[in-house]
Structure formats: structure tokens, C-alpha cells
């Protein structure tokens, strides 16, 4: 029963959110040439990329936004009505298992040649059109420098009651990285983040306001292009990605396979790894999903030690896991 609950909680905050966007089902239903598309942050991304798309193609496109989390739950409370025709999640996991559940349209991209290796599926379902990574984000009016590697944070003294993470149960990005660290390290060093005076401050956004305030010193698995964003914009933050690795987030753009307009999500897709998109995804500090085009704002795929990551594994344990670190942090 505790579990419905919140499972309807979800869904009430992310119609509410929906609609702030001014879609409504009885918009969609009466203008069937609009493309509906569901997107994780940055927000001025989705702006830029839904009004590059309608230049081009002259079809509008209706976007709601929210964490990976809310999306999953509005899509919950969607299934007997389906809205969406494209949904782009911040986990790739999660990505998986759509997948898995037969959710998804397999569609041959006509560039997908020039995609990062790994960032689109075997059968076509699931395209990495941008991607992030998860590091520890610092600010430097507590710690004037920081080189700690993930188990060093939570083992040592001078950190206590200083860390937070993400609630992984919201951010894709840190789901992700939970699951493979627990699938490739096991739990001790969460269990120990956890005596340490680790926080689940909430997503994203609430976790990197309680580490800008300084209301936390250490951002344990903050999401990196925030990050990057927040330094250029003059916050005493500071980031890196620890010596022992991280975690590359491809982030899937998938057209549903009850989608209402399954042509326009295809265009849609297409459009997502054209020069022009793919220059908005490295000017919002993401990681571009076509190999041939790298960001200058941040490191680029090869410059980023990575862990183990097998995705199968990884979806497998990715919601209990993320639930657990919530279990551990309260």
C-alpha cells in the first residue's frame, strides 16, 4: 500500500508539472502533427532543441521536462493513454528496461555511424544523443583543493557531516552510478558514506544549492555538466572525477512504440544528432553524442576515467539499489 502512495504521489507532481508546460491531453488529441517529447535538464536545452526542430521541420514540439524519476512516473500514469512519442531519460539503465518491458521502436538512424561507440543499443531502441558523468563536486570556500577518491570520502574525518548526494531515486545520472559501483564494489562504502554524515539533500538542483550555500562542503556523485555551468558562472565550486573512476551516462532518446506520431518522433530522433543539435547538447556542457563533434566547455569521453560498467547488471539492481541508498542516508 505504501508503496501505490507514492507511486501516485509521483504521478500528481509530474501532471502538475505537465501542465505548467500548457500541454494537456486534449491538446495532443486535437493536434495530432505535434511532436510530444519528454526530457531530462537542462532546461534551456529542450528550449533550444524543440525550436530548432520547429525551424526545420515546422512541426511544433510539446515538451515536458522533470527529473528521470518524474518522467517515469507520469509515463506510469500515461500507460492506458500514451501522450508521449519520444522520451529521453538521464539513465541508461532505466532505458534498459523500457526496453525490456517492449516499450520501444526500433529505428535505423541514418547517421548512426557517427555516434560514440556504445551510444546507441544493438537493436536500435535506445540513442545516446548526450551524455553526462557523475564526479565530486567541492566548494572551494571549505576545501581551498580535494583529490579524495570515492572511498576516501567516507572513511575520513575532516568530511563528516560535510557530504551529500543525489537522490538517486530521481537523478538518472546518480542511479546509474550506484548501481554500477555496488555491482562492481559492493555496499561498504556506502554503508560508510552513511556513517559518515552523508545527506539526500533531494535531485540534482537541491544538491548542488546545499553545496553553492555551503550548507554541505562535497557533492559525493553530482552530476557534472551542473557543475561546469555553476564554475563558469562564477560559484565557488570546484570538480573532478575520482582516480578509481566514474560512471559515462549516455542519455536515451527512445520513440515510444505506442507513440501518437511515430513519423515525427523519427524525424525528431534524426534531428537530435544533426550538426546543429549536437552543437547545442556541447554548449549545455553535456558530452555530444556523435563522436565526430566534442565540447569545449568540459572533458570529452576519453578524458574521463571510468568504472566497470555492465548495463544489464546494472538495471537489474538500479531500483532497489538507488531505494536502498535513500534507506541508508535517512
Known amino acids: 500500500m505504501k508503496k501505490f502512495l507514492k507511486t501516485m504521489a509521483l504521478a500528481a507532481v509530474t501532471l502538475g508539472s505537465f501542465a505548467s508546460f500548457g500541454l494537456t491531453d486534449q491538446t495532443v488529441s486535437a493536434e495530432g502533427d505535434k511532436i510530444t517529447v519528454y526530457m531530462p535538464s537542462p532546461a534551456g536545452l529542450a528550449e533550444k532543441i524543440a525550436e530548432g526542430f520547429k525551424t526545420q521541420s515546422g512541426k511544433e514540439v510539446e515538451v515536458f521536462q522533470g527529473t528521470t524519476g518524474e518522467i517515469l512516473a507520469r509515463l506510469e500514469a500515461e500507460k492506458e493513454n500514451p501522450i508521449a512519442d519520444v522520451v529521453i531519460l538521464a539513465s541508461w539503465s532505466d532505458g534498459l528496461a523500457m526496453k525490456n518491458d517492449d516499450k520501444l521502436a526500433s529505428y535505423e538512424l541514418s547517421n548512426k555511424d557517427n555516434a560514440v561507440e556504445n551510444f546507441i543499443d544493438e537493436d536500435n531502441t535506445l540513442f545516446g544523443y548526450s551524455a553526462s558523468a557523475v564526479g565530486v563536486i567541492y566548494n572551494t570556500e571549505l576545501f581551498e583543493s580535494l583529490e ?106 527512445m520513440i515510444m512504440k505506442d507513440a501518437p506520431n511515430p513519423e515525427g518522433a523519427q524525424e525528431f530522433v534524426e534531428y537530435l544528432f544533426s550538426d546543429e543539435a549536437q552543437q547545442m547538447v556541447a554548449d549545455a556542457y553535456l558530452i555530444p553524442g556523435r563522436a565526430d563533434v566534442k565540447s569545449e566547455k568540459r572533458p570529452n569521453v576519453d578524458e574521463i576515467p571510468t568504472l566497470n560498467t555492465d548495463w544489464a547488471k546494472m538495471m537489474e539492481v538500479a531500483s532497489e539499489a538507488a531505494a536502498r541508498i535513500n534507506e541508508l542516508m535517512a
Open 148 to 253: 579524495a577518491d570515492w572511498a576516501d570520502l567516507s572513511t575520513t574525518e575532516d568530511y563528516k557531516d560535510l557530504l551529500a548526494i543525489p537522490d538517486p531515486e530521481k537523478s538518472g545520472a546518480a542511479k546509474d552510478f550506484v548501481s554500477a559501483y555496488v555491482t562492481e564494489k559492493g555496499w561498504d562504502d556506502f554503508e560508510a558514506l552513511a556513517n559518515n554524515g552523508t545527506i539526500v539533500p533531494g535531485a540534482n538542483k537541491a544538491t548542488m544549492e546545499a553545496v553553492t550555500t555551503g550548507e554541505v562542503g562535497i557533492l559525493v556523485a553530482g552530476v557534472d555538466y551542473n557543475a561546469y555551468k555553476a564554475i563558469d558562472e562564477g560559484e565557488p565550486l570546484a570538480m573532478y572525477y575520482p582516480e578509481s573512476g566514474t560512471v559515462i551516462n549516455p542519455r536515451p532518446a
